[in-house]
């Protein structure tokens, strides 16, 4: 135990160059970070918690492993001087803390009794809707929680020139999304073992630690006695107790009618970007400012602005040819309100009647690429029921499909609000449509 002289520094309160304080701390994950592409090592990671619950991550240089690999044991609590803090890196941190610190060579490690205020374990969990906003991100790693629904068998991959076991499981969370998690290496041969052990028929709740969303989880838990788990446990046996009746497809359908007002007051923790909504709208202007098409890749269909190479897609690779895709902003209206929405690529082309690659060959001056062809302005006033979804969760709905009336549910009343555009008689709509209501004769 450390003396009763003893003054330990919260790390909430440490600051770049404070380094001749000392902590009490917990090492809560331990971890070689490494380049898996060259097998680099960047150092031996941990992450601290302390009596307050306050977390930082610091790490270990490759050339003072030897020192510090044996004398720094995952779960026990220490007492750390004479180390260094930063500024936190720019990637792979498994926590918000924006101070890293450093144990160097004369960083003085002691070892002392357990603490039970210093908790075992520190998450930021973050819910599955927002995962989608980290794909790409290396500056944070990600915490997920979630009831283990699915596990695959372990097999070998060719992995960048190496032979790896993975495993790949499913997790649910209490708004029933399922997650798909891959796990490498001894990773995924220990979660596998550990569930087999478990048994098929266990209900068991599990959180992969330092996850990166595009890639795989660097450690995992099995029904830890911690309270964010115990909830999650608590509401996921309410739910078992009380099942909600599933729904038939047709159901869900008929469920999914809104208006415009209704859209645009939608909750996002309520929905999410699988999320998808029927709404029975007029198109009454089509914004060809920026474009009513684009040039994209002939696969994934993403935009070939920024790709390395004219024929080579940042996604895909090297393609045949680029093609013109639709991109119509168009603004839609009934009886509650306007609004805008996407139309993209094969839903714009079964709108319109003809590809946008030809439309495209019909452009014979350069104003004509923000101006509507005549196929596309002739939609303007036309009645649509359309199935829409919110991409990113964040009010911004794009057409999905066209529904033939004929094979959907009659929309609700409150639903079913569409306004009819009606020219007044003797009126001629412009030929044009320029940039939002512009118009030339």
């Not at 009645?383 to 911004?396: A, E, I, P």
């Not at 004929?406 to 009819?420: F, G, H, I, T």
Request: proline fraction near 4%.
């Amino acid at each position: 135990m450390g003396s009763a002289e003893d003054v330990f520094t919260p790390l909430s309160q440490l600051k770049y160059g404070m380094d001749k304080c000392k902590v009490r701390v917990r090492i809560s994950r331990l971890w070689e970070s490494f380049n898996p592409k060259n097998d680099t090592l960047f150092g031996l990671d941990c992450l601290l918690i302390d009596d307050q619950g306050k977390t930082m991550q610091a790490r270990v240089e490759p050339g003072d492993i030897e020192r510090f690999e044996h004398r720094l044991v995952e779960g026990k609590v220490y007492a750390l001087s004479d180390f260094h803090v930063d500024v936190q890196r720019d990637y792979y941190m498994s926590c918000s803390n924006e101070w890293t610190m450093y144990i160097r060579r004369q960083t003085v490690v002691t070892e002392i009794g357990d603490i039970d205020s210093i908790p075992l374990y520190s998450f930021e969990f973050v819910n599955f809707k927002d995962l989608r906003s980290r794909c790409g991100d290396k500056s944070l790693l990600t915490d997920i929680l979630g009831h283990v629904v699915g596990v695959g068998g372990l097999h070998e991959v060719t992995k960048r020139s190496r032979v790896i076991e993975i495993c790949n499981a499913s997790i649910r969370d209490l708004r029933g999304k399922v997650l798909g998690v891959t796990l490498y290496g001894d990773i995924a041969s220990g979660f596998a073992e550990d569930m087999a052990e478990k048994g098929k028929d266990a209900s068991v709740v599990a959180v992969f630690a330092g996850m990166s969303v595009d890639s795989s989880s660097s450690e995992y838990y099995l029904d830890l006695e911690m309270p964010e788990v115990q909830e999650f446990r608590a509401n996921l046996r309410i739910q078992k107790a009380n099942p909600v009746p599933k729904k038939t497809p047709a159901q869900k359908l008929a469920e999914s009618w809104r208006t415009i007002e209704q859209l645009k007051n939608l909750d996002p923790e309520e929905y999410d970007e699988d999320t998808t909504f029927l709404c029975r709208v007029s198109l009454i202007d089509i914004d060809c400012s920026n474009g009513w098409c684009y040039l994209g890749c002939d696969t994934c269909q993403k935009s070939m602005y920024g790709a390395p190479r004219k024929y080579k897609c940042a996604r895909c690779g090297p393609i045949k040819r680029p093609v013109q895709w639709y991109k119509l902003k168009a603004k839609v209206e009934d009886a509650t309100g306007t609004m805008d929405l996407m139309i993209f690529c094969e839903v714009a082309e079964e709108l319109v009647g003809v590809s946008a690659e030809g439309l495209v060959g019909n452009i014979e001056e350069d104003d004509e690429w923000y101006a509507l062809p005549d196929e596309i302005d002739d939609l303007i006033g036309s009645t649509h029921t359309f199935q829409v979804f919110d991409k990113y969760v964040n009010g911004s709905f794009t057409v999905r499909s066209i529904m033939d009336d004929a094979s959907v549910p009659a929309p609700p009343s409150a639903a079913s609000q569409c306004k009819e555009v009606v020219d007044p008689e003797g009126s001629q709509k412009p030929n044009k449509r320029l940039r939002g209501d512009d118009s030339i004769n």
